[in-house]
Nanobody
């Protein structure tokens, strides 16, 4: 069983930056594929970024490429999402997710989810 706890959300002005953190429990964190998804009320949850466990290969949605950076610290069992040049359309609840294998960008195969953290970008 893996538990995920997100932190770092908040209110920021357009153009600003935030860093989200996701702390994971469990001994095999380094082997998990970790990802961030986001959801706006009334819309489907969407993929934001993912990072593989073995090679730390990163994957990004086109909408955040060049602005967001996903990284992991296996010693701290934590994954981060550094968000820069934020736009009002980035406003959403951001969720951390983990799984042991599979395609990193495929949402429905993620087994473990955090409770979410709100990010609000004002214009």
């Amino acid at each position: 069983q893996v538990q995920l706890v997100e932190s770092g959300g908040g209110l920021v002005q357009a153009g600003g930056s935030l860093r989200l953190s996701c702390a994971a429990s469990g001994r095999t964190f380094s082997s998990y594929i970790m990802a961030w998804f986001r959801q706006v009320p009334g819309k489907e949850r969407e993929f934001v970024a993912a990072i593989s466990g073995s090679t730390s290969t990163t994957y990004y949605a086109d909408s955040v490429k060049g602005r967001f950076t996903i990284s992991r610290d296996n010693a701290k069992s934590t994954v981060y999402l550094q968000m820069s040049s934020l736009k009002p359309e980035d406003t959403a609840v951001y969720y951390c997710a983990a799984k042991e294998r599979g395609v990193p960008t495929v949402q429905y195969t993620y087994k473990y989810w955090g409770q979410g953290t709100q990010v609000t970008v004002s214009s």
